[in-house]
């Protein structure tokens, strides 16, 4: 397995102090196949279990332990905070533009000696080699991580993500983006934290990987590096999920849902949740205690396209106005914190349970010789679950996943919305969808609310307070800001520009969790994907359109029918239900124009693209929603 470096490594061009590591190298294993690198996660002994130790101030720290299971590998942190993404992990060693913290700011010196002690420990390591595209196997850029051996677990689940590739496949390159691991550097230089440090130039983009959880790295790592290059060349990969939707009467519609965590992106591929009896539940008052039900002889079929990192290079465009999108990643990182018992979602269990190929697991209580089981998530130190299961699961287990590229129709937009009364008045009062014009569609994707006790985790006390106590926070710029490098307002710019070059798309807003005092989960966003589906691509008459009475929600529909049974008006108008009412509803929308107003001044530099600062001026004079529409027509 020691790799012939002439015949493999010869062929990438790079920087002299890299190649001297992979000089001094004891070891430079180069794997000819996944299963060469499956087995190297197991430790030279091949398992069952590997603990993966480092040297630390003399003493043997473990960072993780490897089990082999009969369907895959169970990788765990001893720790729980080596468990999730710290949000807090991302540093900037260069000196580019960019609204993130920079290293020298934060650590009162440059990344360089650190650098350069970082080379030194990996030229003193076997070490495992693997290139890879970037972006995924179609488009992707050519890459190259550099890895300790014993941490090979950590190079397969980057693979799993980016697709398997060859030295002998890509020939000779120069690299786009460089991928370095060196976990025992979270303790002598970082105080235990994740720490990913990104140095960017115009040709090479170099993320330096301190911790060993994939997140923030081989992950949302690469996914940084998919927006500095899209940035540079002007596109975007966008923070979204997207389906095919099919409807009974064979008609196709390609959605493109977005949002903050939490927003939907999940559970737009998935199918509508259905009672015992078949019945839909589309929601239930709270202070009632009454549920509300439909029932739909037949729902669309499904085929999800992509699941979080959505590619809109230009490379696959048509031309026609309408945006086309492609998946980024040839696995998808499946979060499987709701799968609690047996039975929960099918095909998703028969992927995990009786996959192709064995499969990673993170987070997963696996038995070394046993089943791991998606349910069966490892326990946190206080004995509750761990709330961050993960399963790399390749898109080609994915039942009915679409390979090519799609047009999508509609970009729908999700976010999660509190319970609001009379009482207790809140900003949970968008109904069950809202159509909206490319201006409006552009500030909520500048914002990205999170809301009603948002899950995701890892995040900082003064965040997790405001989430608990229905506040909001920004996730920032297409939800996709938090793995940017560069800066808010070129991503605005670029944002904006997706929004009125593709022209013949239609934008729509939709809430989970509730509507006014409905809790509703995913109902709305599942009803709002079948409705639009069976009107043909979402087309939508004016004459069906009223304005809401909150103008960011834009335009409300007059009313929803699906299998000839009407939604109730009180869910498209939640001002109408007798327990929320006008003034509890005007509240609620005052508090959505003033975080708006407050979270938009931060854009309006001399930077902006003038139709933005346009956009965003009238947002905070509370415009009607005919002004948004004037700037950037409504395509119906």
Not at 104 to 125: C, I, M, N, S
Not at 190 to 195: I, K, L, P, S, T
Not at 448 to 455: E, S
Not at 584 to 596: E, P, S, W
Request: aromatic share 8%.
């Amino acid at each position: 397995m020691t790799a012939d470096l002439t015949l493999d490594l010869s062929c990438v061009h790079l920087a002299r102090d890299v190649r001297a590591v992979l000089d001094a190298s004891p070891r430079v294993i180069v794997p000819r196949s996944r299963a060469e690198l499956y087995e190297l996660a197991l430790g030279p002994d091949g398992g069952p279990t590997f603990a993966v130790e480092y040297d630390v101030d003399g003493a043997p720290y473990r960072e993780a332990d490897v089990a082999r299971c009969r369907n895959g590998l169970a990788v765990n942190y001893p720790e729980d905070y080596m468990r999730r993404r710290d949000p807090d992990c991302m540093r900037i060693a260069d000196g580019l533009p960019t609204d993130k913290p920079r290293y020298r700011d934060v650590y009162g010196e440059k990344f360089d000696p650190v650098r350069a002690e970082t080379l030194a420990w990996l030229a003193t390591q076997e070490l495992v080699v693997v290139p890879f595209r970037a972006g995924g196997p179609a488009v992707g850029y050519p890459s190259l991580a550099i890895c300790p051996a014993n941490a090979a677990f950590f190079a397969l689940t980057l693979v799993d993500l980016q697709g398997w590739v060859t030295f002998d496949e890509l020939g000779p390159f120069d690299p786009r983006s460089i991928l370095y691991v060196a976990p025992p550097f979270r303790h002598t230089r970082f105080g235990g934290r994740q720490v990913v440090v990104h140095d960017r130039s115009e040709r090479l983009h170099e993320v330096w990987a301190y911790n060993l959880y994939p997140g923030p790295s081989a992950k949302k790592g690469v996914f940084s590096v998919l927006l500095d290059i899209g940035e540079q060349e002007g596109w975007l990969t966008a923070h979204a999920s997207s389906v095919r939707v099919t409807t009974p009467y064979e008609n196709e519609t390609v959605i493109m849902h977005e949002g903050a965590s939490g927003g939907g992106k999940s559970e737009m591929c998935q199918e509508i949740r259905r009672e015992d009896d078949g019945r839909i539940l589309v929601g239930t008052n709270l202070v009632r205690d009454e549920p509300y039900h439909l029932t739909l002889g037949e729902t669309s079929a499904l085929a999800p396209v992509t699941d979080d990192m959505t590619l809109c290079h230009p490379s696959v465009q048509v031309g026609d106005g309408r945006l086309t999108v492609s998946d980024a990643e040839a696995g998808w990182f499946v979060r499987v914190d709701n799968l609690t018992s047996y039975g929960e979602d099918a095909a998703l269990e028969r992927a995990i349970i009786e996959p192709e190929q064995p499969l990673v697991f993170l987070s997963i209580d696996g038995v070394p010789g046993a089943t791991a089981l998606p349910w069966e998530h490892t326990l946190d130190s206080t004995g509750r679950r761990c709330p961050n299961p993960r399963v790399v699961i390749p898109r080609s287990s994915v039942k009915n996943v679409v390979a090519e590229p799609q047009q999508v129709d509609v970009r729908t937009f999700g976010v999660r919305m509190p319970l609001c009364t009379r009482d207790a008045p809140t900003y949970g009062i968008m109904g069950v969808m809202h159509v909206v014009p490319p201006a409006l569609a552009w500030i909520w994707r500048l914002i990205a609310p999170r809301g009603d006790k948002n899950p995701s985790i890892g995040e900082s006390a003064d965040v997790t307070a405001a989430l608990a106590h229905g506040g909001m926070v920004a996730e920032g710029v297409g939800s996709y800001w938090p793995f940017s490098t560069g800066t808010k307002v070129a991503a605005a710019n670029l944002l904006l520009r997706q929004l009125v070059t593709y022209d013949r798309t239609r934008y729509v807003l939709t809430p989970n969790q509730h509507i006014g005092a409905y809790q509703v989960g995913f109902s709305a966003e599942w009803l709002t994907r079948e409705y639009l589906a069976r009107r043909g691509g979402g087309r939508i008459r004016r004459e069906q359109l009223a304005p809401a009475r909150c103008s960011l929600f834009g335009y409300r529909p007059t009313e929803m029918k699906l299998d000839g049974q009407q939604i109730r008006p009180t869910l498209l108008q939640p001002e109408y239900q007798s327990h929320v009412g006008p003034e509890a509803y005007d509240a609620g929308a005052a508090v959505l124009q003033g975080f708006f107003a407050s979270e938009l001044q931060q854009f309006l530099t001399d930077d902006l693209d003038p139709l933005g600062r346009q956009i965003i001026e009238l947002c905070l004079a509370g415009a009607p929603v005919e002004a948004y529409e004037e700037l950037t027509p409504l395509h119906l």
